[in-house]
């Protein structure tokens, strides 16, 4: 039987296993595993990649979250405001610095926070806004940035998924997801648009400040090696998944205009299918595909049949956050958030990746065409 993955983390490997296997090597050789020459590569050509001063390599995004509202100084009574829809980890980073993570609702039909309903949950507690720009969308920027500036609260961009996403903030001039915040944390998970061989991610910044702040807490809030000026903890990114991911960096741009023309392809071949409605990208924005996600009233049945044709799917995500348990207590009722709710429903990520073939794709795109039309 056919087998289409969800991704292909192999074929990708082997495209450039020279090239991973001697970074490797180099870094056992060298004994370069904390710290040192690899990581600090790595962080200067991310910075250079996106055009902004500071990037801090951390264990992994969803400590760079917590990382970077602690650099706000949010804690205990604080509210964070956050999208109603996205991983758990954006919301869990909120919750362990001991604030309320408040959730809103998303925009229909491209799934990032809706503005106009996020300006409604500002109160005077709130102490920072996280957009996430899922699926490799741009969250809406230009209005929350407007509210941001009105009130005086700081943006954490949450990029784990949007490497390289682009948003136009006015007339011509388009910025990279993570470049329009005070700071933004990127995912390098293995399946993310850029993946180490392991858990890694950092936090960007153009505030001096925020960056050493950043690069202190997790190392145990030191200055130089017994000298710590606050408590930390640790999360740092270690040099082999540095070595690795600068390696990858290289070929971003053009994995990334690879994930773009199978998104291309996917539109073509699921255009006129009845009941399936493919991703929508807004004008002002430059979607990156991480996830491709179609929406259907007969989800379930669609994923099973396609589990059935050897297709893997993925559903991000089943529930929405404040529907899961340790937010249910909290003053939310689900009716809050009647967009997000129904697309939980109803959406279903189909294998998309830059190594997929017009084959795979067609195999894929004619059995949804089976399903819809029996
Ligand atoms: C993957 C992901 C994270 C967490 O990333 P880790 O590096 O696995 O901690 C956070 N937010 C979103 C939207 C993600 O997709």
Redesign the pocket.
Known sequence: MIKIPFVDLKAQYLSIAGEIDSAIRNVISESSFIKGKYVSDFEKNLAKTLSINHCAGVG????G?YISLKALGIGRGDEVITAAN??I??SEAISLTGAKPVFVDCEPRYYTINPELLKLKISKKTKAIIP?H?YGHPADMAPILKTAEEYNIPIVE?V??AHMALYRIKENDWKLCGTMGRMAVF???PS?NLGAYG???AVVTNNPELDRFIRMYGNHGRTDKYNHEFEGFNSRLDGIQAAILDVKLKYLELWTEKRKKAAERYYLLLKDIPGISCPSEKANSKHVYHLFVIRTEKRDELKNYLTSCGIATGIHYPDILPNLPPYKQSTHNSEEFPVSSRYAREILSIPIYPEITCEQQEYVAGKIKEFCLV
């Open positions: 992994n995004a969803t400590d979250l996205s991983f980890a954006t996430v899922l949450d784990a998924q995912s390098f998970f993310k858990d890694a991610g």
